[in-house]
């Protein structure tokens, strides 16, 4: 088996709006980066990546814009790939929530930043034994 991990900044623009609470927020300024990590697994059978997203909640033509462009970027077949996101409430504009819609730049630009955590993943297998 061989094993990668990659991850990648998605921490949004100072001044995005914050999705995720009862009124308009907006970035100030970045206590913490916002991440994307993608950890891959590969065997001679089948290849796949799970992979954690920073933000609130993620929509779902941004997961599958995602999967494409990483299947495109490494072969990983798109529905070997699992997107989830942390659930934070200080995440980037990526879906339409509460009093926040989600901003399509940013969104388009998340999917291609996961497709290439996916690959660094990929790209930085090494070989290792999983067992409990």
């Known amino acids: 088996m061989q094993v990668g991990f990659g991850c990648v900044d998605v921490t949004p623009p100072i ?10 927020r907006h970035a100030k300024g970045v206590h913490d980066p916002l ?8 065997n001679d059978e089948v290849t796949l990546a799970l992979v954690s997203v920073d933000a609130l909640s993620i929509k779902s033509s941004t997961v599958a814009q995602a999967r494409e462009r990483a299947q495109e970027l490494c ?21 339409n929530a509460f009093l926040c819609d989600a901003d399509e730049a940013y969104c388009d630009w998340l999917a291609k930043q996961i497709a ?17």
Do not use: C, W
Request: proline content about 5%.
């Open 75 to 95: 072969g990983i077949p798109a529905s070997n790939i699992l997107i989830a996101t942390t659930h934070t409430h200080n995440g980037g504009p990526t879906a």
């Open 116 to 132: 290439s955590a996916v690959a660094i993943a990929y790209e930085k297998r090494v070989d290792a034994d999983i067992g409990m």
């Open 35 to 42: 991440l994307v990590t993608a950890v891959t697994f590969a």
């Open 15 to 24: 001044g995005a709006i914050i999705p995720g609470y009862m009124h308009q």
